[in-house]
């Protein structure tokens, strides 16, 4: 469920309609509700009731401060996968023990920051960070508290560029070396092992790849404290899949979800943290666009927008389905035609559908892309020298910009020009 609903016959955000924002804003633009945010997270903390636990933001869908602060304040962790995601989270004001640190190629400057600045655990890929994290804590006379993610060999039924979880992936230790690995951690001066992660993947619509991988993480937990480890923490990634369509079947629930914790692994007494990124923010946000032109090629109609492939990747990317609606409601039964709907971008993987059957658009029409708000502001570019897609968030009845679009001043700005090259072809 999310609050971007109908009313009177114009597309809102909350108490919000959309075209004001856009009258001021202009277009396109990001729009995120904070009550489907807040409903969101609170939805996997009440999962996992019972359990001590701790719901970490996967950051990388969505790091706005503004989103983050709000998540935070509710009581969420963060889970960040570069020294950029950390500073943002202490920016907004997480403490470093509410941050986990992810991601397969952490360097050491990396390391530093989050040492110095408090962190929960990273969550370790590799013998060659364990070594690196090793000797960066040792030398500031510190220890890292680390789990090491296990790739747990599970094939999680997604799109293959976000299937993290089999053993081709380039992620994590293979469950086979798991053991290994773990006694070469423990004789590191610079480590504290304290858990087990795994993660396999995102945008699963079923429960059953979790279900195996929480069982094989179950029994490497006993495996590893037979073999004298202190396991105490079970990290159990993010990935639960949301629907991007309102016609398809649900993705499973984050009650069921936490059912499936509770009866994996609820029974070794260590404590649960998951890492939801999608599920928190994806439905939690629309991108909202202009129709520029309409045009009618050969046996095709195209809709061509003012938001473009660096606006939202996803569709050029992962062949990313997005509902497209006008935010003006369409007539009970009002008929529907097919429309290739792109951007401006001089890129054929510039489309965002193909044949998408909508009702009547017209040149000045405005549109939102549904489930927008994870993978979407995050991943956008300039590509094309587009202003960077501003940011908008909604509470109630209260909205403001948490991102300003830049001017094209201040984007030729950044460019420095050598002034070896002052005067060139001047005279
Ligand atoms: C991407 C990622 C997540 C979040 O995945 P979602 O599908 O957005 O829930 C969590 N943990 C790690 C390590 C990730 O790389």
């Known amino acids: 469920m999310d ?12 108490d919000v309609p959309l075209a004001a924002i856009a009258a001021e804003v202009g277009t396109p633009f990001y729009c995120y509700s904070a009550a ?15 359990m001590e636990h701790l719901v970490c933001f996967a950051m990388k869908s969505n790091s706005n401060q503004a989103i983050i602060r709000l998540l935070a304040d509710a009581g969420a962790g963060m889970d960040v996968v570069s020294g950029g995601e950390y500073a ?36 370790v890929e590799s013998e060659p960070e364990l070594e690196r994290l090793s000797a960066v804590a040792a030398a500031m006379g510190s220890r890292a508290p680390i789990t090491l993610r296990i790739n747990p060999d599970v094939d999680a039924k997604t799109h293959a560029k976000i299937a993290t979880g089999k053993s081709e992936n380039k992620f994590g230790i293979p469950i086979a070396r798991a053991r290994e690995v773990y006694a070469m951690a423990a004789r590191l001066p610079g480590i504290d092992v304290i858990g087990i992660d795994v993660h396999i993947g995102s945008q699963l619509t079923e429960l059953a790849p979790f279900e195996v991988a929480y069982r094989k993480v179950a029994d490497l937990t006993r495996a590893l404290r037979e073999d004298g480890h202190d396991i105490r ?26 059912d499936l914790i509770r009866r994996t692994v609820g029974d070794l007494g260590c404590e649960v943290e998951i890492e939801p990124g999608r599920l928190i923010s994806g439905n939690a946000g629309v991108l909202v666009s202009e129709v520029i032109y309409l045009k009618s ?17 996803r569709p050029s990317m992962y062949d990313a389905y997005h ?10 039964g009002a008929p529907q035609q097919p429309f290739d709907v792109v951007g401006p971008v001089c890129e054929t993987g510039d489309t965002f559908a193909r044949g998408r059957e909508l009702t009547a658009l017209a040149a000045g029409d405005l549109v939102a892309f549904r489930s927008a708000g994870a993978y979407g502001a995050v991943m956008a570019s300039e590509y094309n020298s587009r202003p960077l897609v501003p940011e ?9 910009v948490i991102r300003p679009r830049p001017t094209l001043d201040e984007m030729i700005a950044r460019d420095t020009v050598p002034d070896w090259l002052d005067g060139a072809g001047a005279d």
Do not use: C
């Open 3 to 14: 609050h971007f609903l109908y009313r009177d016959g114009a597309l809102h955000a909350e």
């Open 36 to 50: 489907t945010l807040l409903r969101h997270y609170r939805l996997f903390d009440e999962a996992l009731n019972g």
């Open 88 to 123: 943002r989270a202490r920016a907004a004001g997480v403490p470093g023990n509410r941050i986990v640190f992810s991601g397969v190629g952490k360097t050491a400057a990396e390391m530093r920051t989050a040492l110095e600045g408090g962190i929960r655990q990273f969550n």
């Open 233 to 258: 923490r079970l990290d159990l990634g993010g990935g639960l899949g949301i629907p991007y369509t309102r016609s398809n079947e649900a993705p499973p629930l984050p009650r069921d979800y936490g």
């Open 297 to 313: 090629g050969e046996g095709r109609d195209f809709l061509i927008l003012d938001a473009a492939m660096n606006d939202l990747v």
């Open 323 to 332: 509902d497209i609606v006008p935010l003006r409601e369409p007539a009970p």
């Open 392 to 400: 908008v968030l909604v509470q109630g009845d209260r909205w403001a």
